[in-house]
C-alpha cells in the first residue's frame, strides 16, 4: 500500500484541495441541527412509534426530537448492537476489523425516545397498533416502520449461515463476524487460487453495488499477492445487467472485461452443496451447477416477517410477492393507510436500499410527519437518490450516484466524475462517510 499512501500524500493537489474544502463545506452544513430554519417546534401530544432501531428509525427519531415539541416517541427493537452496514465490504476485505461497524445500540439511542428492548411479531394498522413479541400491545396515532429487511438465507437450499469462512464460503451480510470469516475466506483463496464464483439475487436487495465491490476487491487481493494467474472470477448476474442505471452497467462490464471476471447473465442462485463446493444456479435453459474453491452468497432479501404478514405490504406489482412496503415513492406515505410511512429497506420502491439513501428520505419523511400533525401539508419530495461508492480496487472507487430515472446526480460535478475511478472517492468511503453516518444517526445530516 505504500504506493497508495504516496498518492493520497502527493495526489494532485488542485483537486485534492477543491474536494477537501467542498467536502468541509457539505459535512458542516451536514452539522446543523434538524429543524435549524424553523426555530419553532410543533407542539403536540402526538403518539409516534418507530418499528426499527437501525440507520433508518434512530436517525428518524432524532429529527423528530428536534422538530416536536410533547410528542411521545417510541422505538421498538430487540437488537442490543448497531451495525455500520456500509463498513461491511471493507471488513470483508481486510481492511478494517469487526469493531469498526459494531457499537452498543443504546451509544445512538436518541435521549428522550423511549426505547422497547422487544421484537415486533404484529402490525395493526386497522387498529392503529403494534404487538411486541412478547404480546405487549403498543398504540399509535403514526407509525413509521424502519425495520429493515429480512436475509432470507434458507431460501437457498443446503446454504448454513454458521460455515461462514469455512472451506470457501463466504457471505458479507450476515454479521460483522461472518463479515471478518468471509476475509478469512477471501484470504485463503487469494493465496491458492481457483474458481471464484460471485453474484446476486433476483430479490430487491441493500446496496446493489456490494456484489460488484466484492468481486473487484478479491481481484485486486489476488493481484497483490501475484496468483491473479491462478484464478477464474465468474460474476453470475440475476438478470441481462450488471446494475440496475444502464450507464454503470456498461461501465462494469468494460471493468470486468479488462480485469478478466467473466459474467454469466440470467443466473440465479437457488442451492449450494457445501460439501462438494458445488453451487446450483437457476436459468432460462434449466438448472446449471457451478463447482468453486470461493464462493461469495448473496441471499434473497424481502420484507420482514410481520410486516409481510401485515396488510402494508404491496398487493400486487414486482414488490408485492416479498412484501416490501406500499408508499408513495415521493414521500413514502403508504398509499392506504395516510398515518403510516416507510423509510429504509423496508419501503416498497424503485430505489432506496443504502445508507445514503436513508439521509436523503428521513427529512423527507419527518417533514411530512411534523407538517401533517400541525395540520399543514408538506411540498418535501424524495427523488430516489442512491448512492453506492463502487470500489474496484484498494485505493479506487467510483461515486455513483443516481435517481429513480436512472440519472447520474454527482454531489461534486467537476470534482468527482461519477464513472472514473478515482482516489477522491476511494478516501470519502474509507474515511468520510462513517462521520457522515454518525451525523445523520444524531439527526444532523
Given at each position: 500500500m505504500s504506493d497508495l499512501k504516496t498518492e493520497l500524500l502527493n495526489g494532485v493537489d488542485g483537486d485534492r484541495r477543491r474536494f477537501m474544502a467542498m467536502f468541509a463545506a457539505a459535512a458542516g452544513a451536514s452539522l446543523l441541527p434538524a429543524g435549524a430554519a424553523s426555530a419553532q417546534k410543533v407542539s403536540t401530544k402526538a403518539k409516534i412509534v418507530i418499528v426499527g432501531a437501525g440507520a433508518a428509525g434512530i436517525s428518524t427519531a432524532a429529527r423528530l426530537l428536534s422538530g416536536l415539541d410533547g410528542a411521545d416517541i417510541t422505538i421498538v427493537d430487540s437488537k442490543t448492537e448497531h451495525w455500520y452496514q456500509p463498513g461491511f465490504t471493507l471488513v470483508s476485505a481486510g481492511l478494517k476489523s469487526a469493531d469498526y461497524v459494531r457499537m452498543p445500540l443504546d451509544s445512538v439511542m436518541p435521549k428522550g425516545v423511549t426505547w422497547v428492548k422487544e421484537g415486533v411479531a404484529e402490525?395493526?394498522?386497522?387498529?392503529?397498533?403494534?404487538?411486541?413479541?412478547?404480546?405487549?400491545?403498543?398504540?399509535?396515532?403514526?407509525?413509521?416502520?424502519?425495520?429493515?429487511?429480512?436475509?432470507?438465507?434458507?431460501?437457498?437450499?443446503?446454504?448454513?449461515?454458521?460455515?461462514?469462512?469455512?472451506?470457501?464460503?463466504?457471505?458479507?451480510?450476515?454479521?460483522?463476524?461472518?463479515?471478518?470469516?468471509?476475509?478469512?475466506?477471501?484470504?485463503?483463496?487469494?493465496?491458492?487460487?481457483?474458481?471464484?464464483?460471485?453474484?446476486?439475487?433476483?430479490?430487491?436487495?441493500?446496496?446493489?453495488?456490494?456484489?460488484?465491490?466484492?468481486?473487484?476487491l478479491t481481484d485486486d487481493e489476488l493481484r497483490q499477492r501475484g496468483n491473479r494467474g491462478k484464478a477464474?472470477?465468474?460474476?453470475?448476474?440475476?438478470?441481462?445487467?450488471?446494475?440496475?442505471?444502464?450507464?454503470?452497467?456498461?461501465?462494469?462490464?468494460?471493468?470486468?472485461?479488462?480485469?478478466?471476471?467473466?459474467?454469466?447473465?440470467?443466473?440465479?442462485?437457488?442451492?449450494?452443496?457445501?460439501?462438494?463446493?458445488?453451487?446450483?444456479?437457476?436459468?432460462?435453459?434449466?438448472?446449471?451447477?457451478?463447482?468453486?474453491?470461493?464462493?461469495?452468497?448473496?441471499?434473497?432479501?424481502?420484507?420482514?416477517?410481520?410486516?409481510?404478514?401485515?396488510?402494508?405490504?404491496?398487493?400486487?406489482?414486482?414488490?408485492?410477492?416479498?412484501?416490501?412496503?406500499?408508499?408513495e415513492r415521493s414521500n413514502l406515505r403508504h398509499k392506504r393507510y395516510p398515518n403510516v410511512f416507510a423509510v429504509g429497506d423496508v419501503a416498497g420502491v424503485p430505489k432506496g436500499k443504502t445508507a445514503a439513501s436513508v439521509k436523503w428520505q428521513v427529512p423527507v419523511v419527518?417533514?411530512?410527519?411534523?407538517?401533517?400533525?400541525?395540520?399543514?401539508?408538506?411540498?418535501?419530495?424524495?427523488?430516489?437518490?442512491?448512492?453506492c461508492p463502487l470500489i474496484t480496487r484498494k485505493g479506487r472507487a467510483m461515486l455513483v450516484e443516481f435517481d429513480y430515472n436512472d440519472n447520474l446526480v454527482p454531489s461534486f460535478p467537476?470534482?468527482?466524475?461519477?464513472?472514473?475511478?478515482?482516489?477522491?472517492?476511494?478516501?470519502?468511503?474509507?474515511?468520510?462517510l462513517k462521520p457522515t453516518y454518525m451525523s445523520m444517526l444524531r439527526g444532523m445530516a
Open positions: 402490525i395493526d394498522p386497522d387498529g392503529k397498533k403494534i404487538v411486541t413479541d412478547t404480546g405487549k400491545a403498543i398504540t399509535y396515532d403514526w407509525l413509521i416502520v424502519a425495520a429493515g429487511l429480512k436475509l432470507d438465507y434458507e431460501a437457498i437450499a443446503g446454504m448454513d449461515v454458521k460455515q461462514i469462512g469455512k472451506d470457501g464460503l463466504a457471505s458479507v451480510y450476515a454479521s460483522p463476524d461472518a463479515a471478518v470469516a468471509s476475509w478469512q475466506a477471501m484470504s485463503k483463496f487469494a493465496d491458492t487460487g481457483g474458481v471464484g464464483l460471485f453474484g446476486r439475487p433476483a430479490t430487491e436487495m441493500k446496496c446493489a453495488g456490494a456484489p460488484l465491490k466484492y468481486t473487484f477464474e472470477l465468474f460474476y453470475c448476474a440475476q438478470n441481462k445487467g450488471l446494475f440496475s442505471v444502464p450507464i454503470v452497467s456498461e461501465k462494469v462490464r468494460m471493468l470486468f472485461l479488462d480485469r478478466g471476471v467473466k459474467v454469466n447473465y440470467e443466473h440465479v442462485m437457488t442451492a449450494i452443496d457445501l460439501g462438494r463446493k458445488v453451487a446450483t444456479y437457476k436459468t432460462p435453459t434449466g438448472n446449471v451447477e457451478l463447482k468453486y474453491d470461493f464462493c461469495a452468497v448473496v441471499p434473497p432479501m424481502r420484507a420482514p416477517d410481520a410486516v409481510r404478514k401485515s396488510p402494508l405490504g404491496w398487493r400486487e406489482g414486482p414488490w408485492a410477492n416479498d412484501g416490501w412496503m406500499e408508499v419527518v417533514d411530512h410527519v411534523i407538517a401533517a400533525i400541525a395540520g399543514k401539508e408538506s411540498k418535501e419530495v424524495y427523488n430516489g437518490y442512491t448512492s467537476g470534482v468527482i466524475a461519477p464513472l472514473e475511478e478515482l482516489w477522491i472517492t476511494w478516501v470519502m468511503k474509507e474515511v468520510a
